[in-house]
């Protein structure tokens, strides 16, 4: 019987094989890029979360957690990398429950800390992921977070530097560094009925050729959305019964 698993993997533990895997599946939907581009990408981030399918994998999402100071206080970023699931496992849920289960993690660790998710995007398929983990996060289309912004534009600045428009909220790289194949950039006319999609590629028309939308998210519960809240909740019950044990 085939089923879906998922894997959390530090970068370092990676197999030259997943390794493989990962750029076989990421150039297949991306042009614009390279092998050698694609694991230096990879090589910069922490963790990965690997979808398997058999013994395939067929989606992927790397992450970067770091802390820094802002007003006055510390708190702690999750800078996601390339997000990408096989076209022909669209729908499956395995890799989002395996992404907030790890998001409860890392609350965990730092209770105390504010957490936020730093995100730039590049397709509007990745970008539906907001509004469905979160109830508002900047930009969005009806919700004015601009209190978010001047915390996005610093963490924009500091990782893109001039490639960053604080304008335009968009990192504009003077040559694309990635960007979606044809066959699978354009929306539906389904799609284009959404408001997330409609807003997404409003604010960033030049995703074809490689912009990507600069995000930023609260990662805490009164912010996120049931089925969010639902498995981090379980998540963290399961870890604190561990630590009880």
Same mark, same amino acid.
């Given at each position: 019987?085939?089923?879906?698993?998922?894997?959390?993997?530090?970068?370092?533990?990676?197999?030259?094989?997943?390794?493989?895997?990962?750029?076989?599946? @990421? *150039?297949?939907?991306?042009?614009? #890029?390279?092998?050698?581009?694609?694991?230096? %990408?990879? /090589? +910069?981030?922490?963790?990965?979360?690997?979808?398997?399918?058999?013994?395939?994998?067929?989606?992927?999402?790397?992450?970067?957690?770091?802390?820094?100071?802002?007003?006055?206080?510390?708190?702690?970023?999750?800078?996601?990398?390339?997000?990408?699931?096989?076209?022909?496992?669209?729908?499956?849920?395995?890799?989002?429950?395996?992404?907030?289960?790890?998001?409860?993690?890392?609350?965990?660790?730092?209770?105390?800390?504010?957490?936020?998710?730093?995100?730039?995007?590049?397709?509007?398929?990745?970008?539906? @992921? *907001?509004?469905?983990?979160?109830? #508002?996060?900047?930009?969005?289309?009806?919700? %004015?977070? /601009? +209190?978010?912004?001047?915390?996005?534009?610093?963490?924009?600045?500091?990782?893109?530097?001039?490639?960053?428009?604080?304008?335009?909220?968009?990192?504009?790289?003077?040559?694309?560094?990635?960007?979606?194949?044809?066959?699978?950039?354009?929306?539906?006319?389904?799609?284009?009925?959404?408001?997330?999609?409609?807003?997404?590629?409003?604010?960033?028309?030049?995703?074809?050729?490689?912009?990507?939308?600069?995000?930023?998210?609260?990662?805490?519960?009164?912010?996120?959305?049931?089925?969010?809240?639902?498995?981090?909740?379980?998540?963290?019950?399961?870890?604190?019964?561990?630590?009880?044990?």
């Amino acid at each position: 019987m085939s089923f879906y698993r998922t894997q959390i993997k530090a970068i370092h533990e990676l197999t030259e094989d997943s390794r493989h895997l990962v750029v076989c599946l @990421y *150039l297949k939907y991306y042009e614009g #890029s390279t092998e050698t581009q694609v694991l230096q %990408d990879l /090589s +910069d981030k922490q963790k990965v979360i690997l979808l398997w399918y058999d013994d395939t994998i067929v989606g992927f999402t790397s992450l970067q957690i770091y802390q820094r100071e802002w007003l006055n206080r510390e708190i702690r970023v999750v800078y996601s990398g390339d997000t990408l699931v096989d076209r022909k496992h669209w729908g499956q849920q395995a890799l989002a429950y395996a992404w907030i289960s790890l998001m409860s993690q890392i609350k965990y660790e730092q209770p105390d800390l504010p957490l936020y998710w730093f995100v730039i995007i590049k397709g509007h398929r990745t970008f539906k @992921y *907001l509004p469905t983990f979160a109830e #508002s996060f900047y930009p969005h289309w009806s919700i %004015d977070r /601009s +209190d978010l912004k001047p915390l996005a534009d610093y963490l924009a600045r500091e990782k893109f530097g001039e490639f960053y428009n604080s304008e335009s909220g968009l990192v504009e790289f003077d040559k694309s560094r990635g960007n979606l194949k044809a066959e699978i950039a354009y929306p539906t006319e389904e799609e284009k009925n959404k408001s997330s999609v409609r807003f997404f590629l409003e604010t960033n028309p030049n995703y074809l050729i490689g912009h990507e939308l600069v995000c930023l998210c609260e990662l805490e519960e009164h912010n996120m959305k049931s089925f969010t809240k639902r498995i981090f909740r379980k998540a963290c019950d399961a870890r604190a019964l561990a630590a009880a044990v």
